[in-house]
């Protein structure tokens, strides 16, 4: 005879087997050191100083 299997608690493991799959996938993903994202910050920050040296001056008046 075959053994009786629990089909709700059979779906309830599934579903907690894909849940800690797609857990793990968004802690690689998403998941960074608080080095790592004061490294970003300063790299953006770095990024807005250098455009904004950049930028030309509208305010002066012209020349002409």
């Known amino acids: 005879m075959a ?5 709700n608690r059979f779906r309830k493991q599934k579903a907690r087997a894909e849940k800690e799959a ?4 968004n ?3 998403f998941g960074r050191t608080k080095a790592e994202k004061k ?3 300063q790299e ?3 990024k ?4 904004e ?3 030309r001056a509208e305010d ?3 020349a002409s």
């Open 3 to 7: 053994d009786l299997v629990n089909l």
């Open 22 to 25: 797609e857990a793990a996938e």
């Open 27 to 29: 802690r690689v993903r």
């Open 39 to 41: 490294a970003e910050a």
């Open 44 to 46: 953006t920050a770095r």
């Open 48 to 51: 807005a100083r250098l455009l």
């Open 53 to 55: 040296g950049h930028r």
């Open 60 to 62: 002066e008046p012209d």
